[in-house]
């Protein structure tokens, strides 16, 4: 029998609209080794290691008058080159052409008659570079089973690890009446759940938003600032159907001095680098900014204990946590000191208040775990009101030691973090090898000047480290 969606799965695919598509992406930069990985050895590499994703060959299929949930089934035309695509920049292949492509390929809704993802394989980038780009649909992320496609492919040395073969047939795939009837099964066994699911198939906003909160909670914890009205901010406007995409690159040991200088977190660091970014790029606007002035951040954060970031594992599994807070971020503050001490405050209340519960539901996940912790972050935006939010920052820490796919070192990796509705500007940051990368996803007419956003970075994070001695 197939697989129902569950509640919060399925609503995804309900309360998608043209302005927010909802999947999760990745940029990961590679150097291309002598013998190169190619198109056609990616293909290769996915076609082998895709059993260990079975939801990647799973499309989804609507109950006739919206009964039940959808159910996922087998791809009986499943066709891998129709999902692993290949492109080029043109010369010189520099990164704004890279960015503009990632912003294109981000605004386009996934074909829901195949299975939700995509990945392009980008060539012609300077420094004898490659790039991957990853792109999943929010459905497919579903709490301990969560795997990106991206994660399978990568290995912790340079010869890629061996795995079996395996013939896959694809089930037969179900004829509506068959769904029908399995439907109405579950109805009789869970009478309640044939309203809901009309309710939701109907575009039932508050009824939808009650259920999927519902289920939500699991992973989401809402501070006491959620019950006061985030502040009006550019940052909150109707959005387009199209975006815009850069980029920073930062190094991990600038946020691990400032952080033994001033007794803080990483996590401390990187949003009061944020929070510094935010106030130069509203005052480059002519935005008002008083002493007062704040911009509340949706943080899931990846949870892993007493540590800030990861140790390396030979085995590369991470066992993260997704805990997630409403933070104001102290931008009306010009003391890169004290918005450290606030931000570092703030976090402090949070994780001490009882109130910050995570969410056990990625245990010992094995690969490259972020792609999925950003995906997690992104439904848990999804779900809340932009009232009580102006943007979402998913901040999860990666490997400390290089990972290869087919080879091919990885350089960098940037998450791409979808846009909620009322959202103009999404951050998404990882920390891997050393670096902290941050990805910029912005809506194309709200946010002109995300290169200036992403340019700041820098300006704010070396701020800081002039007040470690």
Same mark, same amino acid.
């Given at each position: 029998?197939?697989?129902?969606?569950?509640?919060?799965?399925?609503?995804?695919? @309900?309360?998608?609209?043209?302005?927010?598509?909802?999947?999760?992406?990745?940029?990961?930069? *590679?150097?291309?080794?002598?013998?190169? !990985?190619?198109?056609?050895?990616?293909?290769?590499?996915?076609?082998?290691?895709?059993?260990?994703?079975?939801?990647?060959?799973?499309?989804?299929?609507?109950?006739?008058?919206?009964? &039940?949930?959808?159910?996922?089934?087998?791809?009986?035309? *499943?066709?891998?080159?129709?999902?692993?695509?290949?492109?080029? +920049?043109?010369?010189?292949?520099?990164?704004?052409?890279?960015?503009?492509?990632? $912003?294109?390929?981000?605004?386009?809704?996934?074909?829901?008659?195949?299975?939700?993802?995509?990945?392009?394989?980008?060539?012609?980038?300077?420094?004898?570079?490659?790039?991957? %780009?990853?792109?999943?649909?929010? &459905?497919?992320?579903?709490?301990?089973?969560? %795997?990106? %496609?991206?994660?399978?492919?990568?290995?912790?040395?340079?010869?890629?690890?061996?795995?079996?073969?395996?013939?896959?047939?694809?089930?037969?795939?179900?004829?509506?009446?068959?769904?029908?009837?399995?439907?109405?099964?579950?109805?009789?066994?869970?009478?309640?759940? +044939?309203?809901?699911?009309?309710?939701? &198939?109907?575009?039932?906003?508050? $009824?939808?938003?009650?259920? %999927?909160?519902?289920?939500?909670?699991?992973?989401?914890?809402?501070?006491?600032?959620?019950?006061?009205?985030?502040?009006?901010?550019?940052?909150?406007?109707?959005?387009?159907?199209?975006?815009? *995409?850069?980029?920073?690159?930062?190094?991990?040991?600038?946020?691990?001095?400032?952080?033994?200088?001033?007794?803080?977190?990483?996590?401390?660091?990187? +949003?009061?680098?944020?929070?510094?970014?935010?106030?130069?790029? /509203?005052?480059?606007?002519?935005?008002?900014?008083?002493?007062?002035?704040?911009?509340?951040?949706?943080?899931?954060?990846?949870?892993?204990?007493?540590?800030?970031?990861?140790?390396?594992?030979?085995?590369?599994?991470?066992?993260?946590?997704?805990?997630?807070?409403?933070?104001?971020?102290?931008?009306?503050?010009?003391?890169?000191?004290?918005?450290?001490?606030?931000?570092?405050?703030?976090?402090?209340?949070?994780?001490?208040?009882?109130?910050?519960?995570?969410?056990?539901?990625?245990?010992?996940?094995?690969?490259?775990?972020?792609?999925?912790?950003?995906?997690?972050?992104?439904?848990?935006?999804?779900?809340?009101?932009?009232?009580?939010?102006? +943007?979402?920052?998913?901040?999860?820490?990666?490997?400390?030691?290089? /990972?290869?796919?087919?080879?091919?070192?990885?350089?960098?990796?940037?998450?791409?973090?979808? !846009?909620?509705?009322?959202?103009?500007?999404?951050?998404?940051?990882?920390?891997?090898?050393?670096?902290? @990368? @941050?990805?910029?996803?912005?809506?194309?007419? &709200?946010?002109?000047? /995300?290169?200036?956003?992403?340019?700041?970075?820098?300006?704010?994070?070396?701020?800081?480290?002039?007040?470690?001695?």
């Amino acid at each position: 029998m197939p697989t129902r969606l569950s509640a919060l799965d399925a609503s995804f695919l @309900y309360l998608e609209e043209s302005t927010t598509p909802m999947h999760v992406g990745g940029v990961a930069i *590679f150097r291309r080794p002598r013998a190169g !990985l190619d198109y056609d050895r990616l293909v290769a590499l996915i076609e082998q290691r895709i059993a260990l994703v079975p939801r990647f060959r799973q499309k989804v299929r609507y109950v006739p008058a919206n009964v &039940a949930r959808p159910v996922w089934v087998d791809d009986p035309d *499943f066709d891998i080159t129709f999902h692993v695509r290949r492109s080029a +920049l043109p010369r010189p292949g520099a990164d704004a052409a890279l960015h503009d492509l990632v $912003a294109r390929v981000m605004s386009r809704p996934l074909d829901r008659t195949r299975p939700l993802w995509e990945m392009y394989l980008v060539e012609g980038l300077t420094g004898n570079r490659i790039a991957v %780009i990853t792109k999943t649909h929010q &459905a497919m992320v579903d709490g301990i089973s969560a %795997i990106d %496609i991206g994660q399978v492919i990568l290995d912790v040395s340079p010869d890629p690890h061996v795995v079996a073969e395996e013939l896959w047939m694809p089930e037969p795939e179900p004829s509506s009446g068959r769904l029908l009837i399995d439907a109405v099964g579950d109805v009789v066994a869970r009478p309640g759940e +044939l309203v809901d699911n009309m309710r939701v &198939a109907a575009g039932d906003a508050i $009824a939808t938003t009650k259920k %999927i909160i519902g289920v939500a909670e699991k992973l989401l914890t809402i501070a006491v600032t959620a019950s006061r009205r985030a502040p009006g901010t550019p940052l909150n406007v109707s959005i387009s159907t199209q975006r815009r *995409f850069t980029v920073a690159r930062t190094q991990l040991e600038s946020y691990r001095r400032i952080r033994a200088a001033h007794g803080c977190a990483v996590n401390d660091v990187v +949003l009061s680098v944020i929070s510094g970014a935010l106030r130069n790029w /509203l005052l480059s606007r002519g935005e008002p900014v008083t002493a007062s002035s704040t911009v509340r951040a949706l943080v899931p954060l990846s949870v892993r204990g007493e540590t800030d970031v990861p140790s390396s594992a030979t085995d590369g599994s991470l066992g993260n946590r997704v805990s997630s807070f409403l933070v104001d971020l102290p931008v009306g503050e010009p003391s890169p000191v004290v918005r450290l001490h606030h931000v570092a405050h703030a976090m402090h209340e949070h994780t001490a208040s009882g109130q910050s519960v995570g969410a056990d539901t990625l245990v010992r996940i094995g690969g490259f775990a972020p792609p999925t912790l950003h995906a997690l972050g992104a439904r848990a935006a999804s779900v809340m009101s932009r009232r009580i939010f102006n +943007l979402v920052v998913t901040n999860v820490p990666g490997p400390q030691f290089p /990972l290869y796919a087919a080879g091919a070192r990885m350089l960098e990796m940037f998450p791409v973090v979808p !846009l909620a509705k009322g959202q103009a500007l999404a951050i998404g940051l990882t920390s891997y090898d050393g670096g902290v @990368y @941050y990805g910029f996803n912005g809506d194309r007419d &709200a946010m002109a000047d /995300l290169d200036v956003l992403a340019g700041l970075v820098d300006e704010s994070l070396d701020e800081l480290l002039a007040t470690v001695s």
